[in-house]
């Protein structure tokens, strides 16, 4: 039986050897390569498979906490490196592979081979899952590139073996983390550099009212410690950094957190950690006191080690502000020029064929071509509207927090300051006498006494506490103002943001209806430290209004496509909101409110509605014999092309007496109506449209008054030559007396000039004094034939009803050479018009006909 199982053992050894003599007989037949964890690489072939290998500069890589941009210098970005070779030598691999196995959400492949198909329209490198390369060297280079997400990231890299077909691979291990061990290397430290999360931080328990809007009360940042050549620091033994609060920080419970390069958690006031790939992260959680938190972080040159002391510190300082979230102030950015538009009904594009019509490009189209620019300008102004918040401690408060905008335009003053006759007018039911119950919900104001103006019977608006019981009804709105805010222009009367102060009440509140002789609101006015009395500046405001604020925007996500959403805060602190009016409002006066923390804090934007503010124009629309040299009304939409100023001529006879009365028209800068109106050439670049101008009501007109007398310039100059000529003999003969004295002497019989040359000049001196003194006297003759005069009547301008504004020029006593210029324009940064010239001269002669 032994020797049986003697002779099977060597019979199979007989058939293995066949085998392998069958397969070829080679030592390399069955081959493992261990090369980057590839596993079975060949088979049975007699010839050698290929080898993959991969490996990267860096196999750490910090969190990329602000998201910065790929740089394979930087520390958030490796270069990865794939060798493909077969019997030791490189193989040209038709195609390599280099994917993300796992841990996708820790970072991104790139190329940044400059290939356009790897880049963004602006030439950005474009992020890849996998990376495939053709026509290899056996060689090829790529990016991993870290973002915020901690995590082990496994990257394959795989190459078809050209004997067997299969896929020959090798795997690599990339680490993203905040913690763990992990270095880099480098000299001694020099610098300690910061850098931050930009998110804000709040505290982490905040007073009754504040937002709900989530917020965060931790900041991550990171530290790197640099080497007087800007490398990174290796750790030397001990822990590298000392990160401590100051203690002038707000000390209501802050405290900060990291892992050192052991993988130890270190918290606290201070704490001592390690850069993991280069940075050390670092979290600074909030207390529950807002204010400003001053961060030290310090290495040690000496030896790299804070463990046993600080012997030459490095240290840089961060500082860190830490708000309530709870919004305790609002500011409009308004409310003046470069924030109004128009709105367009595309109705008439839509009635008709839309083949017919055709695109409107920069040239614009020839005039008998219909294109999709005919739509309409509806009549409706847009006014884009912007309000800043800010918490206690000037910060912004998170991003997402609600605010609530109301307005009012009605009802207006039908006695003073009446709109559009007198002005933007003012609100009937208004005061500075309203007292707010302070944490109540009734206000007190009480009735005026004073009447007005003339048929003022004291009772149209106003009854006891200023509103009647018509006026007290549920849709009303009462807003407050702090008093001292006004601004002291009357034509645009509060038209700066007012400032709320603590002790005060700015906001508005919903008119519920009455309490005994008060009214009633829907919420508690805010209780506040002192009873400011009946001191505070109240208006009412009813519908019907004119206008409307949204309290809702829509959105363009690329994600959800358009989408309405409440007006919320960004990441500055800013609101944005529009308003709309009707163009047949342009001027009226109006109140925006904007609120937050469920009214609680409040702000009021008092002004008037506004027409398109650039390129207005002021037109004279009569005497005929004026309004005729005025430009067309319907000018270039593009009012880049417009002059920047417009003259006429009105004619008299020399020294008479006119009394002219001249109407005027303020005009906004227009809408272009998108129609290609007029004599157009179409090989013009840039063809005239036409524009749809607004008057506007309410606006002051300045007037600069120039008298333009040559006769009595020739006067004064021939005077100051008279003055001159005499000053240059007085001189003269001060410095050389009795130069023209005559002396007789020795032995001649004829007196002569002391110094002839020198009185020689004395009477070329006197010879032009006497010169001078009858030009004077000719030239002043000639002025005292004219005193010209000017003014107009009324002194103060200010448009009315359609932008007009009557006026009477009134000139005296004009020379024949001379004129008067009247320069027209608006007052205010409202609105920013072209300068109207009224030139008033007597005919001039004509010009001479140069000959050929």
């Known amino acids: 039986m032994r020797l049986l199982r003697r002779l099977t053992g060597f019979t199979e050894l007989l058939l293995l050897a066949a085998m392998l003599v069958g397969w070829g007989g080679s030592s390399d037949a069955i081959r493992f390569d261990g090369s980057g964890g590839g596993g079975f690489t060949g088979g049975f072939t007699g010839r050698a498979t290929i080898t993959v290998g ?64 790897h880049e963004d329209d602006n030439g950005n490198p474009l992020a890849f899952r996998r990376l495939t390369f053709e026509d290899t060297d056996g060689i090829v280079t790529a990016h991993f590139h870290a973002n915020s997400t901690p995590g082990t990231v496994v990257l394959a890299a795989t190459a ?37 999360d930009p998110t804000p931080v709040y505290i982490r328990t905040n007073p009754d009212g504040t937002t709900t809007v989530p917020q965060r009360n931790f900041k991550l940042f990171q530290l790197f410690v640099l080497d007087d050549f800007a490398q990174s620091v290796s750790p030397s033994g001990g822990h590298m950094l000392r990160i401590e609060l100051l203690p002038n920080r707000p000390n209501g419970g802050e405290w900060l957190s990291a892992t050192d390069a052991a993988g130890n958690t270190q918290q606290g006031a201070t704490i001592l950690t390690d850069p993991i790939g280069g940075a050390a992260t670092v979290t600074l959680h909030s207390g529950t006191v807002p204010g400003t938190v001053l961060i030290a972080a310090t290495a040690d040159r000496a030896d790299n080690n804070v463990d046993n002391g600080i012997q030459m510190p490095i240290t840089n300082y961060a500082s860190v502000p830490i708000g309530t979230g709870e919004i305790k102030s609002l500011t409009f950015t308004g409310p003046f020029a470069d924030a109004v538009n128009g709105r367009w009904n595309s109705l008439a594009a839509q009635l008709v064929d839309p083949t017919t019509l055709n695109p409107c490009p920069d040239i614009g189209p020839p005039p008998d071509v219909r294109c999709w620019a005919d739509v309409l300008w509806d009549g409706t102004f847009i006014r884009y509207i912007n309000v800043i918040a800010s918490d206690p401690y000037g910060n912004p408060p998170p991003a997402g927090t609600p605010i609530t905008f109301r307005l009012i335009d009605s009802p207006l003053d039908m006695l ?73 222009n009357p034509s645009t009367i509060n038209a700066l943001p007012s400032e709320g102060r603590l002790e005060y009440h700015v906001g508005s509140r919903l ?37 409307n604020v949204m309290n809702f925007n829509f959105v363009d996500s690329p994600v959800f496509g358009l989408n309405e959403m409440i007006v919320m805060t960004d990441t500055n602190g ?279």
């Open 416 to 488: 003073v300051n009446r709109y559009p006759e007198q002005g933007h007018g003012q609100f009937a039911i208004t005061g500075y006498n309203g007292d707010p119950q302070e944490g109540g919900w009734e206000f007190f104001a009480p009735n005026r006494t004073v009447s007005r103006a003339t048929g003022d019977t004291l009772n149209p608006f106003v009854v006891p506490n200023g509103v009647s019981y018509a006026l007290a009804d549920w849709p009303c709105l009462l807003v407050l103002q702090d008093p001292e805010v006004i601004n002291p």
């Open 511 to 547: 008119i519920t209806g009455r309490a005994g002789n008060m009214l009633t609101v829907n919420s508690p006015f805010n209780q506040v430290s002192q009873n400011v009395g009946a001191n505070v500046w109240y208006t009412v405001g009813c519908p019907p209004h004119k206008g």
């Open 574 to 852: 800013i609101a944005r909101t529009i308003i709309n009016y009707p163009a047949s409002q342009v001027g009226r006066r109006f109140m925006l409110v904007a609120e937050s923390n469920g009214g609680k804090v409040g702000a009021v934007m008092t002004h008037w509605y506004l027409g398109n503010p650039d390129g207005s124009i002021i037109a004279i629309t009569s005497p005929l014999a004026l309004a005729q040299q005025m430009p067309p009304l319907q000018i270039a939409c593009r009012l880049e092309g417009v002059d920047g100023g417009t003259t006429a001529t009105l004619e008299i006879m020399p020294g008479a007496t006119i009394t002219q009365a001249v109407t005027l028209q303020l005009l906004d800068g227009g809408i272009g109506n998108g129609n290609c109106t007029g004599p157009v050439d179409p090989t013009t670049p840039d063809p005239p449209e036409g524009v749809i101008r607004t008057p506007i009501p309410g606006v002051p007109i300045a007037v600069d008054i120039t008298i333009n007398d040559p006769s009595e310039t020739a006067a004064i100059l021939a005077e100051e030559a008279l003055v001159t000529a005499q000053v240059a003999l007085d001189v003269f003969v001060a410095a050389n007396p009795g130069v023209c004295d005559l002396i007789l002497e020795q032995g001649q019989e004829t007196p002569v000039e002391r110094d002839p040359e020198k009185c020689a000049k004395q009477k070329e001196l006197a010879t032009a004094l006497e010169n001078a003194r009858i030009a004077a006297a000719q030239a002043r003759a000639i002025a005292n034939l004219h005193t010209p005069t000017a003014s107009v009547v009324p002194t103060t301008l200010v448009t009315g009803v359609g932008g007009f504004v009557s006026l009477v020029l009134q000139v005296n006593d004009l020379p024949t050479d001379g004129s008067v210029d009247f320069l027209f324009s608006t007052i205010g940064p409202e609105i920013r018009s072209q300068t109207l010239q009224i030139r008033v001269q007597p005919p001039q002669p004509p010009q001479a006909t140069p000959t050929q």
């Open 160 to 196: 078809t073996d050209p004997n067997t077909g299969q896929s020959i691979s090798a795997n690599l291990t990339i680490n993203v983390t905040g913690g763990g061990t992990g270095g880099v290397g480098g000299g001694k430290p020099a610098m300690v550099n910061f850098v931050m």
């Open 54 to 117: 991969m490996t990267a500069d860096k196999t750490t890589l910090p969190l990329n906490i602000t998201n910065a941009g790929i740089n394979p210098s930087g520390p958030y970005t490796n270069t990865i490196t794939v060798v493909v070779k077969q019997n030791g030598n490189l193989f040209p691999a038709p195609n390599v592979a280099i994917s993300i196995v796992s841990g996708l959400s820790s970072g991104a492949l790139f190329y940044l081979d400059g290939n356009e198909e």
